[in-house]
């Protein structure tokens, strides 16, 4: 005869472990797929110098603002040239506070009040938009004053010769 309780021991033993085997998750199951990490964004930088944005841009959009102060602004066409001008204004605040390919760039913008002179130049640029959204004269005064006084407080700590690498300015100063 024989044994069998040795046998029905194997055989449950078996079922039981084949059972958990079958009925446990798989390890990939149990844990929460997490999403690769994304790449740190590239630093943004200018295909120019800041000194071309500075003439092309920044001096060219500022005279054409102090310009309009002197005249006034008579028509409606003065006034989309004003606000034109002062979206040039506000964008470019933001645009330098990136280096560009300029020797000092790099420099310039890691400098705290560089920072703060392309925000208030932003600043002046977006109040220049308001006053000609409203046709405003006096706040066209205003906001004139304050985009000279970001570019003298910039050009004294930073450039005050002010040089332009050799860049054709317009505009005499």
Do not use: Y
């Amino acid at each position: 005869m024989v044994n069998v309780k040795p046998l029905m021991s194997v055989t449950l033993a078996a079922a039981v472990f084949l059972f958990a085997a079958c009925s446990a998750p798989a390890p990939e199951a149990t844990e929460t797929a997490q999403p690769a990490p994304a790449p740190a964004p590239a630093a943004l930088e200018s295909p120019v110098s800041i000194n071309a944005e500075m003439v092309a841009l920044i001096d060219h959009a500022g005279h054409e603002l102090w310009d309009v102060e002197q005249a006034g602004p008579k028509a409606t066409i003065d006034w989309v040239s004003v606000e034109h001008h002062a979206i040039q204004l506000a964008a470019a605040g933001t645009l330098i506070k990136a280096a560009g390919t300029g020797v000092n760039d790099r420099d310039w913008v890691k400098a705290a009040n560089w920072q703060r002179s392309a925000q208030a130049l932003s600043d002046a640029g977006m109040a220049a938009r308001k006053a000609a959204q409203d046709k405003n004269r006096e706040a066209l005064v205003v906001a004139n004053g304050q985009l000279v006084e970001s570019c003298e407080s910039c050009h004294k700590e930073f450039k005050p010769a002010l040089p332009s690498e050799g860049i054709a300015h317009t505009h005499t100063h």
